[in-house]
């Protein structure tokens, strides 16, 4: 029973939703529409039990005293202080002095620092990937390289690698990648099947 | 494999070739002509409204009107405002307006009864267009109609798409029915599930924890719902092993979901009273700052395996590096194209894009997963035929074929 | 260890180093060498798409992006306002990304002005652009909107009812608008495509982070009429409207960081290459 329930769920949902794919009627407009209000509702409510647990396992390390318990502080602290910013009455429109400055200031800032590493990482990741082990291996290499190189103006030369650079995304890239996207549509489409048919549920728990 | 290669690189060449002179010969096809009509002098004509047409496969309240104005006084017309009404001597509500040269209006009416833009299916409507010139003249069209909108029971634009999902539950229901009465369903081996104990067993010796990573995906994103799966699979390894596992998520939903499946794997191994509910918890859902998060635990923490199974974005490379920096076991997994060749280059094993949906089929051997595993594969080949025989059709002109094919939203 | 087998094995710590310093020397002195720009189809078309609008159509920009990566996308999203605002054609705005409000918000306030003492234009909230604001969970926003978009916005970011802004006045969903461009960092663009293009068919073109680009060229020309990839999409995008900024001035960085890439990629390989030599010969 306690499985069959959220299982018929699934299913009857799912059902609706495949039907009203193919029938545009008034009636099951309007249902989707309820559907789609609800999926809201439950993902606000749900949000409110993500910082319970946030809350919850840093205020545990606070309280005992665990290893790094300082950075639980700060943890807390931003969040309430990011909350109690956005909701002092009378500011209104995240436009208030302390909400705006801690955006621009704070959180921009530490966001684009985090963002920028990924040029650090991915430098030092092409340089131990990109080895001309094999044949296979070179032909990567040499695409690569094009790619990298269409930024860099070298005369003549930079219209010649810009088009090879365009072809290269465009024909072999693009083929490469709709076939791949073909194989996970599929999977997508069976999984789908899969959870309808209550084959697969691991997202309930194991039984 | 070189002459295979060869072919490859052969065929690459000739496909650009081909594409080259293909755009050169559209380029040259190419003519730009303008008409600059002159001017006229005496007062602007009438539009005349041609017809009233119903558009298809919807659920009715849009009609699209056609009307008709002589070319030559393009130039002169600033703009057609289009009026409704339920009756010839009704009262005409203006609509919108559409600029000079054009000829046709989409009316997107209400479904709404107490909406004054209401427009009802099934019943009689008329509409007026008047043509306002440069100099201000406005000329009204005779009232048009009456026209009639309605909606549909079915969606003819999507019969490609019903056929697909019918013939693929078909291939479903037929390949689970032979799964279950005994038919052997070869299934490749998968690495990087293959070292999933391996990894366990690894930590288990260190006596360090175990990372795992869900991923930024929402709970309904397939590459999640896969994860789920495996992670339901290492949690029980770890409870039997007695190791300690942590799961920081980035959607809420997702972590009730991670909660309730480690849960149920600490109770399959006999171990409830290792869980608690802090094992799985909930950091941020902004991405960056997530990424930030799990560093910090990486670098604190030292995980001697992680896991990053799931749906990853531009984050990928930064978890995958840092990892790598401290020396952990790493298995990942996303149906994310190009995070693959990030977590290829700086993981241990790698499942790539419907691997990571294989994952539960290859974990469990469950017949019915297996099933639906083959008539996936089903699925590819009947696209890959499609796919020859479109770029026949293409080539041979087979037009038919092509709109049969056409899915018309 | 030899010198070969040194250069092949070289501390990632070096390596990010000598980006650092390029990196930031490139920056200060940016205004010492320019970068040729070559503008590309995909990028090409999104701008002759505005270009082509009647001056007072309406399009949707969907700006989905967070701090993170401002520096790369806001460059983009200025470009595409500045011609819109220049061209009189009306924007809604929309952000899926829950850091996106306040960012946003001051985006149209300041391109807004820009594009008063620029092209001097009155460009006026309400009637010229309005920005409604951020809701969660993009994928259903998206659906949400291609139905109504009074479903998850019956008011605008500032509280006013959408049907009392002069610019909403007829716009029920995406068949009242010319189409949408979404500037997106993260996984809001497959459900652009997804949800939006896919199910309600509306004109679509993505800008991007340089690192997600490549993903979505093979929506091209199917699901998506145009794509922005990065500073350097931006930079083409500055170049078409004839206004060099952000993008154009971070070119030199970008040159240096990728020319500097490429050496590390020769170093390693020639390293790998003559150390399997010198194995080779017994050396």
């Known amino acids: 029973m306690k499985r069959r329930v959220p299982l018929a769920m699934v299913f009857i949902v799912s059902l609706f939703m495949v039907i009203q794919y193919f029938v545009p009627l008034d009636s099951l407009a309007w249902m989707y529409q309820y559907l789609l209000d609800w999926t809201i509702i439950i993902g606000v409510f749900a949000l409110l039990l993500g910082i319970w647990s946030l809350w919850h396992v840093s205020y545990g390390k606070i309280k005992q005293r665990a290893e790094n318990w300082q950075y639980s502080i700060v943890t807390l602290a931003g969040l309430f202080i990011m909350i109690i910013s956005g909701f002092i009455p009378g500011w209104g429109n995240l436009n208030n002095y302390v909400y705006e400055h801690l955006f621009y200031y704070v959180l921009v800032p530490i966001q684009a620092t985090m963002f920028s590493l990924l040029a650090f990482f991915i430098s030092s990741a092409a340089f131990r990937a990109f080895r001309a082990r094999s044949i296979l291996a070179s032909l990567l290499l040499f695409a690569g390289l094009v790619i990298m190189l269409r930024f860099v103006p070298m005369g003549p030369v930079s219209t010649v690698v810009a088009d090879l650079a365009g072809w290269i995304l465009r024909v072999p890239n693009m083929a490469a990648k709709r076939a791949i996207i073909i194989g996970i549509g599929l999977g997508a489409m069976a999984t789908a099947f899969k959870i309808m048919f209550g084959i697969e549920r691991s997202y309930l728990g194991r039984d | 494999m070189k002459d295979r290669l060869k072919l490859v690189v052969f065929l690459t060449v000739i496909a650009f070739i081909i594409q080259a002179t293909v755009a050169f010969a559209q380029s040259e096809g190419e003519t730009a002509d303008s008409v600059i009509s002159e001017q006229p002098v005496t007062p602007p ?141 070869y299934i490749r081996p998968l690495a990087g599930i293959e070292a999933v104990d391996e990894a366990i067993g690894r930590a288990t010796e260190m006596g360090k924890p175990i990372l795992y990573v869900l991923g930024i995906g929402g709970a309904s994103d397939i590459a999640t719902i896969a994860s789920f799966t495996i992670l339901g699979r290492v949690a029980k390894k770890v409870a039997e092993y007695q190791t300690a596992l942590t799961v920081p998520c980035y959607d809420p939903i997702v972590m009730s979901v991670a909660q309730d499946v480690v849960r149920s794997a600490y109770l399959e191994a006999g171990r409830p009273d290792q869980y608690s509910d802090d094992l799985v918890f909930f950091v941020t859902n902004a991405q960056f700052a997530y990424v930030a ?11 001697a395996t992680n896991f990053y199974l799931g749906y990853f974005a531009a984050e990928s490379l930064i978890l995958a590096e840092t990892g790598n920096s401290i020396g952990a076991i790493q298995i990942a997994g996303t149906d994310q194209i190009t995070q693959i060749p990030f977590f290829v280059v700086a993981c241990d094993y790698t499942l790539i894009g419907e691997e990571l949906y294989a994952a539960s089929a290859y974990l469990g051997r469950d017949p019915l997963l297996l099933g639906a595993l083959k008539a996936e594969d089903w699925g590819k080949a009947i696209a890959m035929v499609l796919i020859i025989v479109g770029v026949l059709a293409t080539a041979f002109g087979w037009d038919a074929f092509r709109e049969f094919l056409r899915v018309n939203l | 260890m030899n010198i070969f087998e040194k250069m092949v094995g070289l501390d990632r710590r070096w390596v990010f180093l000598f980006l650092f310093v390029v990196v930031t020397g490139a920056y200060f002195f940016r205004n010492s060498f320019s970068v040729n ?69 001051e985006a149209f306030r300041k391109f807004g002005s820009e594009a008063d003492s620029l092209y001097n234009t009155h460009v006026e909230y309400g009637k010229d652009y309005c920005f409604i604001g951020y809701r969660p969970y993009p994928g259903f926003v998206i659906l949400g909107m291609g139905e109504n978009f009074r479903i998850f916005f019956p008011r605008d970011y500032y509280d006013t009812p959408l049907d009392d802004l002069p610019i909403m006045q007829g716009v029920r969903n995406y068949d009242d608008i010319e189409g949408v461009i979404a500037i997106t960092s993260g996984t809001t663009a497959d459900m652009w495509v997804i949800y939006g293009n896919a199910r309600y068919n509306m004109p679509l073109a993505l800008g991007v982070t340089g690192v997600m680009a490549t993903d979505y060229y093979p929506y091209l020309g199917n699901a998506i009429f145009g794509l922005i990839g990065g500073w350097k999409g931006a930079a083409e995008y500055e170049k078409l409207i004839g206004e060099k900024d952000a993008a154009t001035a971070g070119m030199p960085a970008q040159v240096a960081a990728h020319l500097t890439i490429v050496l590390f990629i020769l170093i390693g390989n020639i390293g790998f290459l003559l150390s399997r030599r010198s194995k080779k010969t017994g050396n």
């Not at chain 2, 009756?87 to 209006?105: K, V």
């Not at chain 2, 009689?124 to 406005?138: E, F, H, I, M, P």
Request: glycine letters at 10%.
């Open chain 3, 37 to 105: 720009v070559t503008t590309t189809r995909e990028v090409r078309s999104i701008y002759d798409f505005v270009e082509n609008l009647d001056p007072g159509s309406k399009i949707l920009i969907s700006f989905d992006y967070d701090p993170s990566s401002l520096a790369e996308l806001h460059p983009m999203s200025r470009a595409i306002l500045m011609q819109c605002f220049r061209k009189g054609v009306r924007v809604i705005g929309v952000t899926l990304s829950q850091y996106g409000a306040g960012m946003v918000e």
């Open chain 2, 293 to 303: 998060g799990i560093n910090g635990i990486m670098v604190r923490d030292l995980p």
């Open chain 2, 45 to 185: 004509p009438k539009p005349v409204i041609v017809s009233g047409e119903d558009i298809p496969n919807d659920n009715g309240h849009k009609l699209k009107l056609n009307w008709e104005y002589p070319a030559e006084w393009n130039d002169s017309i600033v703009r057609f405002e289009i009026y409704r009404a339920d009756s010839p001597d009704g009262d005409f509500r203006r609509l919108g307006e559409a600029a000079g040269g054009i000829f046709s209006y989409l009316d997107i009416g209400s479904k709404k009864k107490d909406d004054p833009n209401y427009m009802p299916n099934d019943q009689n409507l008329y509409y007026r267009v008047d043509a306002v010139s440069k100099s201000g003249v406005t000329v009204q069209s005779e009232i048009g109609g009456p026209f009639q909108t309605s909606g549909q029971w079915f969606h003819k634009g999507k019969v490609p798409v019903l056929i697909g999902v019918v013939l693929f539950a078909i291939f479903t229901i037929y390949f689970i029915r032979s799964a279950r009465k005994g038919k052997d369903l």
